[in-house]
């Protein structure tokens, strides 16, 4: 059997391992061990590879900012800085019909910017947010479609961990992703509350309103909303500016959110153990993947099969935009059975040499900054894409009263304002990479 015929095979295997329920990192790490071992007929090669793989890839000086993320998410959480979010959001939006959800969506968009986690947004929030969506008389699919949607804010909107991983397989300008992420991340936030805002025209009884706050209630609760502000600017801006390199800037937020979880009373040693051992837990699952994906793709690439297949679809003279539009057809169909980082960490290594053999009239560091953010959005779409979105299942398991297909039904309706994004900027690059200098 050819490297070729292996390399094609490895993916069938591969997804009958997640069907099987394997982890995807195991799935990988299996597919890839073996699949080198056929290729290079030799074990010692797969031992030696062990040794190499995993000391460049756990001592990637890139990757230490993901720890860190995390833990300043569950930092964010313990300062009671969600709380305040939706606070802030429901005293401006509250009394509109469908604001309490807009205000959740607003909340969302508030704590990514804090966070980079997906799941870790929609399961904070939720906590936050569901019992005041209940006691406003919003529907179950309502509420829950609303925080699983806003949940794939917390990714969107810069810092993500996700375009880490994104800037570390395609050797990107971590500060320059971030920055082209703002945009879209803000038009993600708008379209979902115009979402809201049809569905309860079409469904009136779906959602209720809650009293008018005074002004002066309303900039209080927009005043304690300060330390997002102050730690999102201090983190974004200091790494656009050059002050300190993504990993500083990583970790000067998570001092901030600590400082602030502290001042608040809602950090003590047992909280801040709790939160260091979700810290370590969540950083072994990804780090996991990493190594997987890393003994995968270097499984593909000893049987040539990313640089063959970038060569043929030269060859063959498709447009790029058509494979630009099936590489993203791609991305929306795993994302339906995979996770978004598995999925970066798997397509990336495949896709990426064939979009740079593409013109698309652009740079090519342009190219992979407008890419990664198309990316960055078609899997995220997965997380709320029926059957087996992440952040629904998220969402469903802290609302069990709520029926699943009653949050499927609801959200389809972010999922459409999703597709049109991403055809908007697929079609007007500019908007992705307005910000960059």
């Known amino acids: 059997m050819s490297g070729v015929e292996l390399g094609l095979l490895a993916f069938p295997v591969l997804l009958g391992l997640i069907f099987l329920r394997a982890p995807i990192g195991l799935a990988m790490l299996i597919v890839g061990v073996f699949g080198m071992w056929m290729v290079t007929g030799s074990p010692n090669i797969v031992l030696s590879k062990f040794k190499t793989e995993t000391f460049s890839t756990f001592s990637s000086h890139s990757l230490s900012i993901i720890p860190i993320f995390l833990l300043m998410g ?42 980079g986690s997906s799941v870790a947004t929609a399961a904070t929030m939720a906590q936050v947010a569901l019992p005041e969506l209940r006691r406003a008389g919003y529907s179950g699919g309502l509420s829950t479609a609303t925080l ?87 983190v974004v801006g200091g790494i656009y500016t050059g ?46 993947i990493v190594l997987g994906a ?60 064939v979009m740079l053999a593409l013109d698309f009239g652009m740079s090519p560091e342009h190219m992979a900054i407008w890419f990664g953010i198309l990316v960055l959005i078609v899997v995220e779409v997965g997380m709320i894409t029926p059957p087996v979105g992440m952040n629904l299942f998220v969402i469903n398991a802290i609302d069990r009263t709520t029926p699943i297909r009653q949050t499927y039904g609801a959200v389809m309706f972010f999922v459409g304002t999703d597709l049109a994004r991403v055809v908007l900027l697929v079609l007007v690059p500019g908007i992705t990479l307005f910000l960059l200098p």
């Open 74 to 115: 569950h930092l964010a959480g313990l300062g009671g800085m969600s709380r305040a979010l939706f606070k802030a959001a429901e005293a401006w939006l509250g009394h509109r019909k469908g604001g309490t959800a807009m205000a959740a969506i607003g909340a969302c968009a508030g704590f990514g910017s804090i966070c």
């Open 148 to 234: 699983a949607a806003g949940g794939t804010l917390g990714i969107l909107i810069p810092p993500s961990v996700v375009l880490v991983i994104y800037a570390t397989l395609t050797e990107t300008n971590i500060a320059k992703l971030f920055l082209a992420a703002f945009i879209p991340g803000i038009m993600a936030a708008i379209g979902y509350m115009l979402v809201i805002a049809v569905y309860v025209r079409l469904y009136p009884d779906s959602a209720g309103s809650l009293p008018r706050m005074p002004y002066r209630e309303r900039f209080r609760a927009l005043f304690d909303v300060w330390p997002v502000m102050l730690i999102f600017l201090s």
């Open 243 to 288: 002050i300190f390199n993504p990993t500083e800037g990583a970790s000067v937020g998570a001092l901030g959110t600590g400082l602030v979880a502290w001042a608040s009373g809602g950090l003590d040693w047992p909280r801040l153990k709790a939160a260091l051992m979700s810290t370590a837990s969540g950083t072994a699952m990804i780090f996991l």
């Open 294 to 353: 890393g003994f995968f793709n270097a499984f593909l690439a000893l049987t040539q099969m990313p640089q063959m297949a970038s060569a043929w679809i030269v060859e063959q003279g498709f447009g790029p935009w058509l494979v630009l539009a099936c590489i993203l057809l791609i991305y929306l169909v795993l994302g339906c059975i995979m996770d978004s980082l598995s999925m970066i960490l798997l397509t990336i290594p495949i896709f990426y040499p």
